[in-house]
């Protein structure tokens, strides 16, 4: 395979990918706490003789800008202004999320929708019987009447780049050391929606698919380009 043919090949595969991360991000436009995924292009060269090397995905970045923030009524939701993620314990070791779209388990501890257990400083949060309402502060402050019941754990990273996506709206640390947020505000009874704009999205997805076309056809017209050079060889 010649270099223009394994160039144009590569970046088919590209455009198809990034057609994917924008189909996946017009997907979960609703889904709360949701970051935008963003492909990350890199120029690979295939040997000494490939100067501008062919494109490829280096990896998949997430665009961690904040999401709306929108009321619901809910008690047990919770958002986060600024930076910052609520800390869960799941079965593969802690792991961190923006949605803060929580529920009680059968032990009143506040867990995620997936029964994950929220971390407070204390370590999770019981949330006792009783009339009384739960309230938050912003500072993550959590209160049972005027009983104080814990604190929300909100952690930060020095460099979320290294952040890795773990599925469910959750990332793992990427081996760096967790430090507390600062300068972040805990807004309950909301909840933070996708950052994902949907109509740009569908801009890149029309884009990418035209732009894998008009491959496919270069990728065409060298195929027919190098049929017609074996056959003007062989006469």
């Known amino acids: 395979m010649s270099l223009d043919t394994q160039a144009v090949s590569a970046a088919m595969d590209v455009h198809v990918l990034m057609h994917e991360i924008s ?28 100067s501008e090397g062919s494109p490829s995905i280096g990896r998949i970045g997430v665009d961690l800008s904040q999401g709306p923030i929108v009321p619901t009524r809910n008690d047990m939701d919770f958002a986060i202004g600024g930076k910052g993620f609520f800390v869960v314990e799941t079965a593969d070791g802690i792991r961190y999320t923006r949605c803060g779209r929580f529920q009680l388990n059968e032990q009143r501890e506040i867990v995620t929708l997936s029964g994950d257990r929220v971390l407070g400083k204390g370590g999770p949060i019981r949330v006792p019987e009783g009339p009384e309402r739960l309230e938050a502060g912003e500072s993550g402050v959590l209160r049972f009447g005027t009983q104080v019941i814990g604190e929300f754990l909100v952690a930060d990273f020095e460099n979320t780049d290294l952040l890795e996506q773990a599925g469910a709206g ?62 003007w060889a062989g006469s």
């Open 23 to 50: 189909a996946r991000n017009v997907a979960n436009v609703s889904t709360p706490g949701f970051k935008r995924n963003i492909a990350m292009v890199e120029s690979t060269a295939a040997d000494e003789s490939d």
């Open 170 to 231: 959750q990332f793992k640390d990427g081996g760096q050391a967790m430090l507390d947020a600062a300068g972040f505000a805990i807004h309950h009874r909301c909840i933070e929606q996708s950052n994902v704009q949907p109509i740009d999205e569908l801009v890149r997805m029309i884009s990418s698919l035209r732009d894998y076309e008009a491959c496919a056809r270069s990728l065409k017209s060298l195929g027919d380009s190098a049929e017609q050079l074996y056959t």
